[in-house]
């Protein structure tokens, strides 16, 4: 699809006959696409019933290389205006969002600025504040792309768009200025029901992630920091998390 003139590559999962119920949209982290979710949006949408929309952001995957602009304080905030443009033009009148890492994030914003768009949100790693751990997981990836065959590994998803990548995550996150991103004056004004999941061993972010979405939403439910996983729960461990989505997706409908 196209928007604002911007190629963005969508994937749409649909079920014969449609189904009433709200599409599930899935949102990737800071160094994600379409491919990286593998199979999980497929059996998601399979265990729920509900049609699921799976897009890469401008920069990744097989979307249009990033602007000439630089990157802002900002930019998942920007992110969910993105998001609620994307939804109006596939149709989707009302989403499920399940974002992972960024996508969290992106979620929660959008949760907020759009009520009626969105009926429920699932995050994964999500982020609301900057922590020391998720700089010094960043320093410690910047390290492994360096040293290692990280890059290549990524190549096979973003192609010519691997180095910009991830000069985007890790120089926006590392960058002095913000260190001041926080979007907790967005959770109160979430109306919609919010799972919050994530890894124990999370090596970009603590439990204190999560009790702040927990404590600011209206309609938290019971949030799961999941025993043994990283940053990755639904690669780590994909049966428990399609457990705990699906019954979240079926008390929400």
């Not at 992106?106 to 020391?132: C, K, N, Q, S």
């Not at 000069?167 to 979430?190: G, H, K, S, V």
């Not at 043994?228 to 428990?240: C, D, I, Q, R, Y």
């Amino acid at each position: 699809m196209r928007l604002d003139g911007v190629a963005l590559r969508v994937r749409s999962i649909r079920h014969e006959p449609e189904t009433p119920r709200s599409a599930l949209v899935f949102l990737h982290d800071s160094l994600g696409c379409i491919a990286l979710w593998r199979d999980f949006p497929e059996r998601l949408a399979r265990a729920t019933g509900c049609n699921a929309l799976v897009y890469d952001r401008r920069g990744y995957g097989q979307s249009a290389p990033f602007g000439e602009a630089k990157r802002t304080i900002h930019y998942l905030e920007d992110e969910a205006q993105v998001l609620a443009n994307v939804l109006s033009q596939c149709g989707v009148e009302r989403a499920i969002l399940f974002g992972h890492s960024n996508g969290g994030s992106i979620a929660l914003v959008a949760a907020a600025e759009f009520p009626d768009r969105i009926a429920g949100i699932i995050t994964e790693g999500g982020h609301v504040f900057v922590e020391e751990l998720t700089l010094v997981g960043i320093r410690a990836a910047q390290e492994q792309y360096r040293t290692t065959d990280l890059g290549a590994k990524l190549a096979k998803y973003h192609g010519i768009r691997t180095e910009a990548v991830f000069r985007a995550w890790a120089d926006t996150w590392l960058a002095p200025e913000f260190r001041a991103w926080n979007i907790e004056p967005y959770l109160p004004q979430i109306q919609c029901p919010v799972l919050v999941l994530q890894g124990e061993r999370d090596e970009y972010g603590t439990a204190e992630q999560v009790a702040a979405v927990v404590s600011q939403v209206q309609d938290a439910r019971p949030s799961k920091l999941l025993p043994g996983l990283g940053h990755t729960p639904h690669k780590e461990a994909a049966e428990l998390v399609l457990e705990l989505a699906a019954a979240f997706v079926a008390a929400v409908q």
